[in-house]
């Protein structure tokens, strides 16, 4: 049998779904090299084995000077607008010894068991967020709900004073419209979020000086985190809080709204876990989540890497030089791992999915993001039990960045009250 035509990637059709063509991919060109839209060469793995390996394969670097055209600095895992080599040296962008170093000391801040107390607090800004639209009888869930929640959570759990959150409500909106293509303004908003963040940790570092209390936020947390007895300078200290910022917001905003569509699209899984949580039985909420983060993650291709050296994944030479694209919502449709790959289901019970990546670089944020993707869903499907969509599938709009990929509306209506 001839084999079909190869697909279009990257295009708008692409975006609305890219599944087709990844299925593509993954059975004829597994490890795949392609020009980006940005005409950077790069290679894209797909399959579940491949793409779990080459996430924990040492040669693959994080660090931009290894790309060969090292001319190009969108191998740089961008803080869109932002060229300042302080905020850029974080997490994603560097490889052990010096990786190892600042993770074990953010490590040492944001605890899973400080991510557990803030539950309360996500509860309540979740109530507060559903609050504002229910009696209206209609909402765009992305505008209204997905979009300010992980962005007030952060800001909270950093220590942003609340009289300030708004303003980080801005510029995030500027730095999201930007994935979306726009440039306007975005620079101007990241320039004020570090001038802003620096500040911040100026003042606590001083007040905790002068008053050594244990700080209750994560940047006082920071701050104080020692391993035998380094500290984060200031700069690293403001990068780490950019990083958590920028990781732990659009993602989440993609965790909800991809979430929430899915479920949607879904009824007989929605009633499921409807059920189950009208029952007070919230066992299957967990393992929904992580369903959802494998059918539709809100990180379509893991941040960028680079050969060190030649590298065989999948039986392909990579060169040294070249970068190297994880797919991670490729591998976590391959029917060699997942059985039933493309169908939804909440109570799938072997799904080590890699939406959360794998490896040294494995989300950071994971506890977090999974406490404010169960507490979103379960509360929203709990207080507007008949959320019904309100726009025609074909007509929703999605935001495909090369990183990410999640909605930019998703309107629904439901009986007020
Ligand atoms: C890393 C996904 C939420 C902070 C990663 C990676 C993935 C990921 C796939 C690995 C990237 C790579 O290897 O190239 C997600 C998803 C989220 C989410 C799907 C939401 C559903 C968060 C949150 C935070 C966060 C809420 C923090 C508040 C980080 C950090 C890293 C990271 C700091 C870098 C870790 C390192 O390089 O050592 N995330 N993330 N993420 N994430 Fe998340």
Redesign the pocket.
Known sequence: MPVPPAPALFTFEFAADPYPAYAWLREHSPVHRTTLPSGVEAWLVTRYADARQA?ADTRLSKNPAHHSEQAHRSGRVGIPGERSAELMTH??NIDPPD?TRL?RLVSKAFTPRRVAEFEPRVQQLTDRLIDSFAERGSADLIHEFAFPL?IYA?CDLLGVPAEDQDDFRDWAGMMVRHAGGKRGGVGRAVKRMRTYLAELIHRKRAELTAQPLPGEDLISGLIRASDHGEHLTENEAAAMAF??LF??FE??VN?IGNGLYALLRNPDQRALLQDALRRGDSALLAGAVEEL?RYD???EL??WRFATAPVTIGGTEIPAGDPVLVV?AAADRDPDRFDGPDTLDLARRDNPHL???HG???????P??RLE?QIALATLLTRLPDLELAADPDDLRWRGGLIMRGLRDLPVRFTPG
């Open positions: 996430l997490l994603l990786h993770r992980p952060i990083i958590l990781a732990g993602t989440t965790l983060l993650g809100p990180v893991a941040t991670l939406g959360f990546g040294i670089h494995y989300c950071l944020g994971a977090l993001a993707g």
